[in-house]
């Protein structure tokens, strides 16, 4: 069996924001010269997420808002997690978009549906975080 590790960097320029890293990962299987496996992608950070969804920007703006009226930012005051930090909605945004994304490997590619993607999703930005891309396979 064989393995892979690799960080991948994103610093966005927004407090929130979602980014499609479908061909990032799959940069990685080439790169590890894996056919046949999974491949493990999650944030390492705990305000910032990875899941499969659709590549397509009204969904991402319904996420924005659907996320916004269950852990909205503001007032800060709402929650007792801020204070030194002002991100609480960040971590609850993070706790219902999920940490990590696991995926079949098939005959070197993703093996996904027509329409699933990967994305990174942000909910503190403005700094780097780190996502950790883990294959195993042969
Ligand atoms: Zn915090």
Redesign the pocket.
Known sequence: MKSYRKELTFNLPSRRGYVNITRKVQECIDESGIKEGFVLVNAMH??ASVFVNDDEPGLHQDFEVWLEKLAPEKPHSQYR?NGF?D??D??LKRQIMGREVVAAITNGKLDFGPWEQIFYGEFDGKRPKRVLVKIIGE
Do not use: L, W
């Open positions: 705990i305000t997690h930090e991100n609480a960040a971590h």
